[in-house]
Structure formats: C-alpha cells, structure tokens
C-alpha cells in the first residue's frame, strides 16, 4: 500500500481513499464519451444516447463530492454547473416521453 500511497503522492489512508474516489469519477466521466461514441458507431450518425447523460450525472456527482474535498472552489463551479445541465438534459428527456 506504500507503493500506491507514494505513486499517488498521498499521506494518508483518508487520502488515499479521496483520490481513488476522484480516479473512479474521472472514469465514470469518462465512459460517457465512450458510450455516446459506439451509439454512433452503431447508428452510423453522431446520437446522444440517453445513458450519456446518467453517466454524467454519475460522473459530475462523484467529481463535484471529490471538489468539495479538495476544496478546489475552480472545479468545484465547474461540475456544479455541469450536474444542473445534466440534471436538466434529463428532465427534458422525461418530460418528452411522458407527453409523447
């Protein structure tokens, strides 16, 4: 565990722990861009599947918890506003296909 503690350029276990959490989030980001990307692929068109907005959510959820702990007021104004257009894209979502 030393090795991961000095790879990562940690002093704690608890530190540890946050950024591990950061890199989780960071790949949840990071799967949206993957999945909206085979949907195009397979529809042969560029398309935003629905899931890209969940792993989003997800994603800038667990980055805006991972901010707040950094105390990182940058980042933190950045995913905070980029979970309420997620949050957004979502609601739109729904509210079409109740209509619908």
């Known amino acids: 565990m030393d090795w991961l503690m000095t790879l990562l350029h940690v002093d704690s276990a608890t ?5 591990i959490f950061g890199l989780l989030a960071q790949v949840m980001f990071t799967m949206r861009f993957l999945l909206q ?4 692929e397979r529809a042969k068109d560029s398309v935003m599947p629905v899931a890209f907005w969940y792993f989003s959510l997800a994603g800038g959820l667990m980055l ?28 739109l979502i729904h509210a079409n296909r109740r209509r619908a």
């Open 37 to 40: 990307w085979l949907a195009s």
């Open 64 to 91: 805006f918890a991972y901010a707040l702990y950094r105390k990182d007021p940058v980042f933190v104004l950045g995913q905070g506003l980029g979970v309420f257009i997620y949050i957004r894209n979502l609601w």
């Open 15 to 19: 530190e540890l722990m946050w950024v």
